[in-house]
């Protein structure tokens, strides 16, 4: 066409180059003539646009031949109008739904919009008001509050915008019509994000408050939870403290101590020293056993046996042949399980103190020690006068024994998940004649002593 200006056949319309445009890197640098400028023709032909002698251009298409005269070409410069049409949101379904805001093109830079916080995702509809090819209008948009700078020119009339946090917003569009002149004036849409309930200030003080109150509570709490427990531990090292102090006086018996001296005294004025020598050194291995460890409540089943055994073999040499008595340990025992001092040889004393010193013909002691139903089961039996009889002839006596293996079960048993039991029965004959007792203790398997150790 000149020195600056190239002219281009197309398909459906022609495009005029600006070179002087393109080299500057202008995005206004060329300019496309269709049926909305007067084109009306199709499929230009090769080579088939020719200048005749007044500067008019005649452009060959199938069919036709088109005049273009270049001094009528002159640019639309009435700025075009920009203006939204639509806002619509994203439904639970995702699908887009109208808010049906009345008169959006006269609310410009006017009222505000209040939007629910559950339609944060919006798409602006929007379009361009020019008298000359609106077709051909291209959009610059921004949204204030997020967004500091213009969007690319882009002829798209809707744009989305996702996950909106609660707060203020001013949606700006302007328009450039197809000579690249702006809109005068800049459209401005505000709206406003409601805030959800648990995003308000009141909201979020009031969680505030209630998490300090809370923190303080759970802090009190746990204080006064730490001196509970330290308190129960004091309190429960004290009771354990106890029981071992009365672990080791009820292993000195001074009537046991008393009997068995006195009666090796009178082996050794018989004259009968190697008698008298063989209990003397049984006394001393009960003794060694005794004082061996006073630091611990508990000893192995075999060191149980062991030292009831020593026990009952320095009772006979007082009741002689008016006490019988056997051990039977199942093999299916694990004589290396701990169980408190004195289990066994308490309920073996306490049979022949109150059942078989007061039977003239004197009684018969069975320990059965047994693995049954995940628990290990010792039963004393005697066949003495029984407890009832035993109470209206008894002497008396400190009872430390029963009391302290008690004390120690009791004890035992709010450490452990199980419980350990110790269960009497008074035997009866036929007659229903008092005719023994019989003492049942029974522990589980997944019971320990060990917290009881000093």
Known sequence: MDSSRIMVGRMTDICIINTDKFYRNDPDYFRIYDKSNGFTGSECLDNGIIRD??????ILTSGKAIILDPRRLRPNMNPPVAMVTDIEYETDSLAWKSLRIPDLFYNRQGKEIRIKNKQKNLKFRFTGLSATNPEKIEFQHRLVGIENIWSDRDPEREVEYKNLKPG????????INADGVESKEVYGLNFVIVPGFYQTWFFRITVTFLSALFLMVAT???T???IRKKQE???MRNELWRLQMNSVIRQFDPHFMFNVVSSVGSLVMKGEKETSYNYIVKLSGLLRTMLADNTTLVRTVAEEIDFVKRYCELQKLR?????RYTIDV??????QRLIPKMTIQTFVENSIKHGIENKIEGGFIKVKINEINNSLEIIVIDDGVGREKAESISKGGSGYGLKTIKSIFDFTNRMNRTRANIDVIDL????DIACGTEIRISIPDDYVFESVQA
């Open 53 to 58: 002698q007044k500067g008019r251009f005649w």
């Open 330 to 335: 199942n093999q299916n025992v694990n004589l």
């Open 319 to 323: 009741f002689r042949d008016r006490l």
């Open 168 to 175: 203020n917003y001013v949606f700006q569009l302007k328009a």
């Open 224 to 226: 006064r939870f730490n």
């Open 233 to 235: 531990q004091l309190r």
């Open 220 to 222: 009190w709490w746990y």
């Open 428 to 431: 009866k004959d036929e007659r």
